[in-house]
């Protein structure tokens, strides 16, 4: 019987010949926390007696969730993920530097064939570089950072075969909405995804880290890609190998499969509260906003900025809608600052925050009012998810119908623009 | 290991989230556990924490935990008293996070269970009663690495006592 990607990484990684269902010992070799899950994480540590990571290519902290620090509270839990990271001098992203899942693939420390934990769950997303990679509790991420590896049940994969043109103003976001909606928020509940298809693989590896990003969001483990010209090209590019990709067999056993035709996908909207609860734009006509975001690890990279900039060339930010804009790194700011798309942006009445979370979870930088409504590019819609649970109504969508809902002032088609 | 109390119920029944257990407005800022377990549950529930006795079982449907990573959902859930959480499924991340910090999680079909019922579990003969209608339910035995961080608890002191994963 053949392998999946999860099945042969945990086996690469735990000198075994597991399949799924199995509970392997398997070699970690990358970890990561943020600020809202590092002081968990370092006193579990100072439990342990640790002192350097034993994961191979070390671990990173990054401040990215509650940044440029909006209190004295706050600024206590920096100084101290700051000083714990200056003694064992672990690598630290401060703030500004982006989004824990935009900065970690731009410094290289995840590859191909890579295993990776992440105290934060969309840590999924690298697997648009063909690396297996979840999220976990700051307890298990202590663990793996002590011990260089960690527990794990092997995972049964779900293929989710995508073919046919992704219409115009139709983009990876409105795909995975698709999806989720037609899995639901627990339909691959410990799973690992393994997308194909020709959908798949021309798509620009921003709209992977957009898919993969998400497959938390339906309860999946792993959502490794495969690797292609396009990965290596996107490593390459900042100056990185291509580690050790890694396939799954023809014959791989598959719990289930699934065939999407992406031509009819239209514009997709995931309504308030729950992410699964996804409909066409069209079905929303009509609802007004007032407020747009236009960030985060979902959609907060530079084709992600392009497209909302196209959408408004030369129109205005409704009169009645904050659009906020949190670029998901220093790295991709300067791109869009370089390629004329921030001041694109700005003209059209954008409000740029730091690079980072920005108002995703609820901390700083846009927190809606009372009975107001948002529609945004981030992965979660629960209620008070962005810090106000008094009737706001968070709609999760694409850059796309983002930047368009922000100029009508209501949710709308970006084909309609 | 048995845990007795009273059964708390909440709307939504499914995809209980992390923020619903504890919201970003509070665990990004407090670092005190025992703070953080005044706000539990706030979002769907005000005022949950004044009212959850200790010992008090949470009981829920499907995905319970689903969301974020944030491991100070268990431990508030913890801090604030909830001896054992019943739920249909659970998210994966919460579950894993669960066991790792001593909270027990049972999967089982929690539909007969009402709000306020008094329960009893009793994970070494695996039954469950509800003292207050009287039903008796076999509970699946804990998967065995589960077992062993809970009899351990939790998963860094099973490290310390172990020196070594031992979860087999």
Request: proline share 4%.
């Amino acid at each position: 019987m053949g392998k999946t990607i999860a099945e042969k990484v945990l086996a690469a990684h735990s000198n075994s010949d597991c399949a799924a269902g199995e509970i392997v010992v398997a070699s970690v070799d990358f970890c990561m926390a943020q600020d809202g899950t590092s002081t968990m994480m370092i006193r579990e540590l100072e439990n342990l007696g640790f002192e350097h990571p034993k994961t191979k290519r070390g671990m990173a902290l990054v401040l990215d969730h509650n940044a440029p620090c909006p209190s004295v509270e706050v600024s206590r839990i920096h100084l101290r993920i700051r000083d714990f990271a200056g003694s064992r001098r672990i690598p630290l992203h401060e703030t500004g530097q982006g989004v824990c899942h935009q900065v970690v693939p731009e410094s290289g420390r995840v590859l191909p064939g890579d295993l990776v934990v992440g105290a934060d769950s969309h840590t999924c997303t690298y697997g648009a570089l063909n690396a297996c990679s979840t999220g976990l509790g700051s307890a298990d991420v202590a663990a793996a950072a002590y011990a260089g590896k960690l527990w794990f049940k092997v995972p049964e994969t779900y293929s989710i075969r995508v073919s046919g043109s992704l219409s115009t103003r139709v983009s990876a976001k409105d795909l995975i909405l698709r999806i989720i909606g037609q899995l639901t928020a627990d339909g691959a509940t410990y799973k690992s995804i393994e997308f194909s298809g020709d959908t798949t693989d021309s798509m620009e590896m921003d709209g992977r880290f957009t898919m993969a990003n998400m497959a938390v969001e339906m309860g999946a483990k792993f959502c490794p890609f495969n690797c292609d010209e396009k990965t290596v090209s996107w490593l390459a590019n900042r100056g990185f190998d291509s580690g050790t990709p890694v396939s799954s067999d023809m014959d791989a056993h598959y719990e289930k499969q699934f065939e999407i035709d992406a031509s009819d996908v239209v514009p997709q909207v995931a309504c308030p509260h729950s992410v699964d609860r996804v409909c066409d734009v069209s079905n929303l006509r009509g609802t007004k906003i007032q407020q747009a975001f236009l960030g985060t690890c979902t959609n907060g990279r530079l084709s992600d900025l392009e497209a909302a900039a196209r959408l408004m060339n030369g129109r205005s930010v409704n009169r009645d809608v904050r659009l906020i804009v949190a670029p998901s790194s220093r790295t991709v700011l300067v791109e869009a600052m370089e390629k004329g798309v921030v001041t694109q942006l700005l003209k059209a009445g954008a409000i740029f925050v730091a690079p980072g979370c920005g108002p995703c979870v609820g901390t700083h930088a846009g927190i809606p009012s009372d009975g107001e409504t948002v529609v945004s590019t981030a992965n979660r819609n629960f209620k008070g998810r962005m810090g106000n649970n008094k009737d706001v109504g968070i709609y999760l969508a694409s850059p796309e119908t983002v930047a368009a809902s922000a100029i009508a002032g209501e949710i709308t088609d970006p084909r309609e623009i | 290991m048995r845990y007795s109390g009273c059964a708390r119920r909440f709307v939504p029944n499914d995809d209980i989230n992390t923020d619903y257990i504890i919201s970003g407005r509070y665990k990004f800022k407090i670092d005190d556990i025992n703070e953080l377990a005044k706000h539990v549950m706030e979002d769907i529930d005000p005022g949950f924490a004044s009212k959850v006795r200790n010992g008090d079982l949470i009981v829920a449907g499907r995905n319970f935990g689903c969301g974020s990573s944030r491991e100070q959902a268990p431990r508030a859930l913890k801090a604030a008293g909830v001896s054992v959480v019943l739920a249909k499924s659970f998210a994966r991340i919460f579950y894993r996070s669960s066991f790792n910090i001593g909270l027990p999680l049972i999967e089982c079909d929690t539909d007969s269970i009402r709000q306020n019922d008094q329960i009893v579990v009793d994970l070494d003969s695996g039954t469950f009663t509800n003292t207050t209608t009287g039903e008796t339910m076999h509970i699946n035995p804990l998967p065995r690495t589960m077992q062993i961080l809970l009899e351990d608890g939790g998963l860094v002191p099973h490290l310390k006592k172990h020196g070594d994963f031992a979860l087999k």
